[in-house]
Each structure stands twice: as structure tokens, then as C-alpha cells.
């Protein structure tokens, strides 16, 4: 499967707990996008990162949020001291060129519960 | 700045009627994308159409069709003689091309709902 893969698809944490959700895109593409659904909520967006440099975080709360995205490896969306109010769907996307173009390809999302 | 709207939050059809979902969007740009996205019960995200700004030629795909009026600064979506596997959240994205790099604006989405 040659998409974008995320895991864990569920993750449950209880509050003050850390949470690391995991992105790796598709073959060849260097632009990866962390999206936020809350329950019965349209995507909001959090995140742009270009390998190993964040390009656009204006979508992220300033704390207990942050994400990475290096040289070798997936990106990386980390919470930091879970409250009640983190659990969403936390999606994925990838493109090959930069933003704008909106070629945006979506992994299945990793749903954070927290208790 | 950009906005979509999706009026219609939750549109129930009985299965073989035709449904349309509206979408608005605001956008200061010349130069934009719209798209249609699916999200089924499993909850993944489903590409369905990408139209640039400059083609404002309708679109069909099978029992898919889009319509897309500058003018309105609408882009629905409709399905024709809808099945009970079309019930899913549909949403609607704008992307401008050059204001930024914030790549999609989703819409709050249309939940569908198609009764056998």
C-alpha cells in the first residue's frame, strides 16, 4: 500500500498522558499536513511541515501541542498532557509538490480517546 | 480569507432520489481549487473531485455530477439514484493558490443519510 500510513488508527490515553500519533507519507512526497476533526466537526488545519522544517503552524494550539516531521522517519504529532477536550480524529495528508496546489492525498486518521 | 460553507447539515434520502449538496465558498483569490471529499462510516477521507477556478465546465462521473457557477461561487455536488452505500459525510474544500500555504479549507460537512 503505497498511501499515506498512519498509526495508531485508535489510541486511548488517560488525561495528563502523552500522546504520539505517527504519519508516514506517500512515496516521494516531502509535504506532510496534520488536519483535526473534532466529533460532528469539519477538518481544521493544524500543521505544515517540510522535512525537518515546520512551514505553517498557525492551525496548532501554542501549548502541550507539537509536531516534527525529520529527515529519516514518519512525521510526528505529539500532545502533551492530554485533557478530554484532545479527543478527535487526527488526520494526515501529503503532497509531492508544495502547498496551494491542493494535491493532497489522506491517510485513514488516528483517533485519540481520552479518558 | 477563505471560507466554505455547507448549509445542509444532515439530508436524508429515501435509495434511487436524486440529492444535491450545496457548497459556498468565499475566496479573494483569482486562482483557487475546490474539492469534494467523502468520509463513510469507516471514517477515512475519500478524494472525489478537485476543480480548478478556471474550469467552470460541469463535471459527471458515473451517478456523480458536479456544478460549478463562478457567479454563485457555488460548487454542488449532486448524486443521481442514490444507493445506501453513498451515506457518508461529505465535505467541501476551497484551496487558494497563492494566499499562503494553508492548503485546504474544509466546510463543516453534509451528512447524507440514504434509507433503503
Known amino acids: 500500500n503505497a498511501g499515506v500510513m498512519q498509526n495508531p488508527r485508535h489510541l486511548v490515553r488517560r488525561r495528563g498522558q502523552e500522546a504520539r500519533l505517527r504519519c508516514s507519507p506517500m512515496?516521494?512526497?516531502?509535504?506532510v499536513y496534520w488536519y483535526r476533526q473534532l466529533p460532528e466537526e469539519g477538518l481544521k488545519f493544524m500543521v505544515y511541515l517540510q522535512k525537518e522544517n515546520i512551514i505553517d503552524e498557525s492551525g496548532m494550539p501554542k501549548e502541550r501541542f507539537s509536531a516534527e516531521f525529520p529527515k529519516e522517519g514518519p512525521s510526528i504529532l505529539r500532545i502533551q498532557q492530554v485533557v478530554r477536550g484532545d479527543s478527535a480524529a487526527y488526520f494526515c495528508a501529503s503532497s509531492l509538490r508544495s502547498a496551494n496546489t491542493g494535491e493532497l492525498f489522506f491517510g485513514e486518521g488516528s483517533r485519540l480517546t481520552v479518558l | 480569507a477563505q471560507k466554505v460553507t455547507q448549509a445542509q447539515t444532515e439530508i436524508s434520502v429515501v435509495e434511487k432520489e436524486d440529492v444535491t449538496l450545496d457548497c459556498v465558498y468565499e475566496t479573494r483569490d483569482t486562482t483557487y481549487y475546490l474539492f469534494w471529499y467523502k468520509q463513510p462510516p469507516s471514517g477515512e477521507l475519500v478524494f472525489l473531485i478537485r476543480r480548478n477556478s478556471f474550469d467552470e465546465q460541469n463535471e459527471i462521473s458515473g451517478r456523480y455530477s458536479w456544478n460549478f457557477q463562478k457567479s454563485t461561487s457555488s460548487f454542488n455536488f449532486t448524486i443521481t439514484a442514490s444507493q445506501v452505500v453513498d451515506s457518508a459525510v461529505y465535505f467541501c474544500?476551497?484551496?487558494?493558490?497563492?494566499?499562503?500555504?494553508?492548503?485546504?479549507?474544509f466546510g463543516k460537512g453534509t451528512r447524507l443519510s440514504v434509507i433503503a
Open positions: 474544500a476551497l484551496s487558494e493558490a497563492y494566499s499562503g500555504n494553508t492548503p485546504l479549507v
Open positions: 512515496k516521494g512526497h516531502s509535504h
